[in-house]
């Protein structure tokens, strides 16, 4: 049962999950979910859709001025979870475990991970 205080919807991708780009710049690329913004629907993917990032130094936070490069958001329908069990990028099901707790469930192969 879906909770009803919540502000946003769950998306079926965690930090820290790995996902495969399905489009985009960054297109196949597979990496780890670095953060996950519910409200907009976006992630940021380790080393994917890089951006150059133009920064000031600022002598009080010891950063130094220039261009960084810094991973760029991708929207979540850009992105397919990877599944631990079977190392396909898949789509999520949500499923309960018979101790009532919520998981996560691989289409392809029923594994069931956390949510
Ligand atoms: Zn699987």
Redo the contacts with the bound molecule.
């Keep these: 049962m879906r909770k009803t205080n919540e502000t946003a919807p769950l998306l079926g991708i965690r930090h820290g999950d790995t996902v495969k780009v399905m489009a985009g710049r960054s297109k196949g690329k597979t990496g780890k979910v670095l953060s996950v913004n519910r409200e907009k629907r976006r992630i940021t993917v380790e080393h994917a859709n890089m951006i150059k990032k133009h920064t000031r130094p600022n002598p009080q936070k010891n950063v130094r001025g220039g261009i960084v490069d810094k991973e760029g958001t991708i929207h979540i329908s850009n992105v397919m979870l990877v ?1 631990p ?2 190392g ?1 990028h ?1 789509r999520v099901g949500h499923t309960s475990l018979p101790d009532g707790t919520k998981a996560r469930v ?1 289409r ?2 029923n ?1 069931t991970f956390e949510h």
Excluded: N, V
Aim: glycine residues 12%; positive net charge.
């Design positions: 599944c069990g079977c396909k898949t691989c392809r192969c594994t």
